[in-house]
Nanobody
């Protein structure tokens, strides 16, 4: 699976943006899709997940001001974020998760190269 993120940039505090992740390859084996982020000097952290049946979940830090969605026809994943804060500054990564037993013996995760979101204070 190949993943390519876009939509990052500089956004004023309080603003909004929508990140996009276009997927290609063996996406039929993907059981869930997610967004992660890594702030400068910090470890990568989970942001949001959407499963194959459309169930969503969010980290507490973005819950209530973020929406993860997907266009199954175009195999595209989105993350809309509102009320952005300086602490949202990070490189945002798209993730595709293949659980063990569906298409592979072991679970496999795929990652994009990321897109930078900067919210200056």
């Amino acid at each position: 699976v190949q993943l390519r993120e876009s939509g990052g940039g500089w956004v004023q505090a309080g603003g909004s943006l929508r990140l996009t992740c276009v997927a290609s390859g063996d996406t039929i084996c993907t059981s869930s899709w997610g967004w992660y982020r890594q702030a400068p000097g910090k470890e990568r952290e989970w942001v949001a997940t959407i499963t194959g049946d459309g169930a969503t979940d969010y980290a507490d830090s973005v819950k209530g001001r973020s929406t993860i969605s997907r266009d199954t026809a175009k195999i595209t994943l989105f993350l809309e974020m509102n009320s952005l804060k300086p602490e949202d500054t990070a490189v945002y990564y798209c993730n595709a998760y293949h659980e063990a037993g569906l298409c592979h013996a072991d679970a496999i995760e795929y990652w994009g190269k990321g897109t930078l979101v900067a919210v200056p204070s």
